[in-house]
């Protein structure tokens, strides 16, 4: 049995898209495309084996060169950053709502931006209180300082 070059280069064509899954780089997809061309020139004329394959590099470079930066922004989409992305710093001076009553000696919980955090404060402060972020502590990093409101 032999396999047609339009088989051949469709098969060949498959193979990078595969390729093009597993390893997700998009760069294997043009090279898909410039064998599915071939296969399409193939097919529609009386072409040699070399032309086959100048039809294949050409292809191949012509899309990769000129639609891979588009196909990129279009495909990975972007980054959004929001306010909060800022990390500990960017919630001082909020305000956030008392879930487990704080002593002086003992932290409690407050609830900010739909997250629970550890907070200590100088004074009681009882639970539902709404309290506001005055500084994060030196000793753990993931514990605020409160005060209430």
């Not at 899954?21 to 084996?49: D, H, Q, S, Y």
Request: aromatic share 10%.
């Amino acid at each position: 049995m032999t396999l047609s070059p339009q088989l051949i280069w469709f098969l060949l064509g498959v193979a990078f898209l595969v390729g093009e899954m597993a390893l997700p780089g998009f760069i294997l997809i043009f090279f898909t495309v410039g064998c599915w061309i071939a296969a399409i020139i193939t097919w529609g004329t009386n072409i040699t084996v070399t032309g086959q394959v100048l039809v294949f590099v050409a292809i191949s470079l012509v899309s990769l060169f000129s639609l891979r930066k588009y196909s990129l922004k279009t495909f990975k989409g972007s980054i959004r950053h929001d306010e909060d992305d800022g990390g500990m710093e960017s919630k001082i001076g909020k305000t956030a709502q008392v879930t487990q009553a704080i002593t002086p000696h003992l932290p409690g919980e407050i609830k900010m931006g739909g997250t629970f955090w550890r907070a200590v404060a100088d004074e009681e402060i009882a639970k539902e209180q709404s309290v506001i972020i005055v500084s994060q502590t030196a000793d753990e990093g993931l514990t605020f300082k409160v005060k209430p409101l």
